[in-house]
């Protein structure tokens, strides 16, 4: 399995639970290959990493019945993550997919809920979102 988000954003960030990729230690090879094949040239400085990604869609898929999405930790972190990036990889899988590509808010959490609330119980989600200007 694997699993991350990758987002680019040029605000600092670095009191949240991110960190800037350039300075990721953990599969910092295969971060730094899909980073610069979906962010192209640009500025790795402002590509962060999400640290205990795992940990948001496990304790999400327990609460599944119990919590509504829309209060759990995942969609509370996703929410926000969305607001101060301009782009955003998340991958969650066992099997290598194209990304679906998304353009809202609304359009991201729902396929984050459906990768988690899925029926086979195979959980996945592989998106790649890109905020146009508003």
């Known amino acids: 399995m694997s699993q991350f988000i990758l987002f680019k954003s040029s605000e600092n960030l670095e009191n949240y639970n991110y960190i800037r990729l350039i ?40 609460q599944y019945g119990v919590v509504p999405f829309e209060e759990t930790e995942i969609y509370l972190q996703l929410s926000i993550l969305y607001d101060i990036s301009e782009v955003i990889i998340l991958w969650y899988s066992d099997f290598c997919q194209d990304l679906d590509i ?3 808010k609304e359009q991201f959490l729902k396929e984050v ?4 609330y899925c029926t086979s119980g195979m959980c996945e989600c592989y998106l790649h979102v890109i905020r146009y200007p508003e």
């Open 23 to 62: 300075e990721c230690t953990e599969n910092k090879r295969f971060l730094s290959d899909i980073a610069n094949k979906l962010f192209g040239n640009d500025e790795m400085n402002d590509i962060w990493f999400v640290k205990d990604f795992d940990n948001l869609f496990t304790l999400a898929q327990r």
């Open 102 to 104: 998304v353009n809202t």
């Open 113 to 116: 809920q459906k990768g988690i």
